[in-house]
């Protein structure tokens, strides 16, 4: 495969978008395929913990997250439910997309808040109807895959809360670590969606993309991390990660966020901004040609980014429905060493309501990559002396049935991303698999020199 730098059109950034809310098809599928895990695993009992950072597990049944509080969602094999919520999340209860009976918790409030109708712990798994003989599966929001320990009885939640619950039931060992049910690569709920899920996804998928164009093409030397940074941020959405916009030497003072200081020429760039359904990235220099690149880093072309740009290619065109997850990271080695380019993750990972869910690229994986998933692009290199590279981008798999049903509901959505696939063919000149389905505008579009706005990795034709 033989990729340059090539003058390029640029991509259509697509504007005056509209949220697609999931339906209550949706939600009550959501529901109902999750008591048939909890039957076929002989649970009797979910417990799903939330916190603002933590919530995309809770938020997969209810629609909301508790923001700034802590809240558990108690569901029954029989699918009785209840929400388990602080002070000043109880008004949200009446807005649940299922149907629970809410419990005041004031342990899940802010500190020094009121305690009216403080009770023990215990009390609310009474009145939640957990019986002390249940079997409970328990969810974080992590997966553990250690092999030091038994991963069923790892637990993520507060510890307050998982010791109140071993002191409750009859015997520890009915506690059982349930993530598995919604996130692991190997049939995890969360990890495929309808058409209708994708669509609402896509919405969050164009944002990053239109973020992160205004942002490369505001780049310029003088312009500072905050000026470029603000162009990130898109409808008053919420953030998946934290907000990057770095010029040269990054973190000092320990700051993560865009700093007051400039661009120079010369200098590495770091962009990234995610929103639920995807996350755009993007990392390359302050110059114009090759001849401005650092003295060290001359050949930075040669070295990082083509290379990187040839694992990308090959990403998005042997990706595809039934693609097994080991062979597949074997397929990334092979064009891209990690051992020459030192890159220590996954080559790629499941995202949606947050970025990183889990991935199932990883050496000896048997998990399948199945229609309706949410993938990130993401190759993250290391060469020492070199700055990285990225162009890491959300794509959603989709066989013939699902691209139908998607082009007959959601008629926008899939204008936009056949407008995607037909750019990253025609000028990029990727082979784009059948069954990808870029989510972004930017997907595939990567300017390393971010003062040359249309010089762009391109694969030759």
Not at 121 to 127: G, I, Q, R, T, V
Not at 345 to 358: A, F, R
Request: aromatic share 12%; with cysteine; glycine share 8%.
């Amino acid at each position: 495969m033989n990729i340059n730098l090539n003058k390029v059109t640029l991509p259509t950034i697509h504007t005056n978008l509209k949220s697609i809310y999931l339906t209550d098809k949706t939600m009550t599928a959501r529901k109902e395929n999750f008591l048939a895990k909890m039957k076929q695993q002989s649970i009797d009992t979910a417990i799903i913990y939330a916190d603002r950072e933590h919530g995309a597990n809770f938020e997969y049944f209810t629609g909301f997250i508790p923001r700034f509080e802590e809240a558990c969602l108690v569901i029954h094999a029989n699918g009785d439910s209840y929400l388990l919520l602080g002070n000043e999340n109880l008004k949200l209860a009446a807005h649940s997309r299922i149907p629970a009976q809410a419990i005041h918790v004031p342990y899940f409030s802010l500190p020094n808040q009121p305690m009216n109708g403080e009770k023990a712990l215990a009390d609310y798994f009474k009145e939640s109807q957990i019986s002390p003989d249940a079997t409970i599966g328990v969810i974080g929001w992590k997966l553990f895959t250690s092999s030091q320990y038994d991963n069923s009885g790892l637990f993520d939640l507060p510890f307050y809360i998982v010791d109140s619950l071993i002191h409750y039931v009859a015997d520890r060992k009915q506690l059982k670590n349930f993530a598995s049910a919604l996130i692991s690569p190997e049939g995890g709920l969360r990890t495929t969606h309808n058409a209708n899920e994708i669509a609402h996804f896509e919405y969050g998928a164009t944002l990053a993309g239109k973020g992160m164009f205004a942002a490369i093409q505001a780049v310029e030397v003088g312009k500072t991390e905050k000026e470029i940074g603000a162009l990130l941020a898109q409808d008053g959405q919420p953030n998946t990660v934290t907000t990057i916009s770095a010029a040269g030497k990054r973190f000092t003072n320990a700051t993560l966020y865009p700093r007051d200081n400039e661009a120079l020429l010369g200098d590495n760039y770091s962009l990234t901004v995610g929103y639920r359904g995807g996350l755009s990235s993007r990392a390359g220099f302050v110059v114009a040609s090759k001849k401005e690149l650092p003295e060290n880093q001359t050949d930075y072309l040669e070295k990082v980014g083509i290379p990187y740009f040839t694992a990308y290619a090959t990403w998005l065109e042997n990706i595809s429905v039934g693609t097994v997850g080991d062979a597949f990271y074997d397929r990334i080695e092979e064009v891209f060493p990690a051992d020459v380019y030192g890159w220590t993750l996954n080559p790629g990972h499941y995202t949606g309501d947050d970025e990183w869910m889990s991935s199932p690229f990883f050496k000896g994986s048997t998990a399948v990559v199945k229609s309706g998933q949410l993938f990130q692009v993401d190759i993250i290199p290391s060469v020492p002396g070199y700055s990285g590279a990225s162009c890491e981008e959300p794509v959603a798999i989709a066989g013939k049935a699902l691209q139908n049903e998607l082009k007959e509901q959601y008629p926008d959505v899939w204008k936009r991303i056949e407008e995607r696939r037909n750019y990253i063919k025609d000028v990029i000149h990727i082979d784009l698999s059948d069954d990808v389905l870029p989510l972004s505008d930017t997907v595939a579009f990567y300017t390393p020199f971010l003062l040359n706005k249309t010089l762009a990795y391109t694969k030759e034709a």
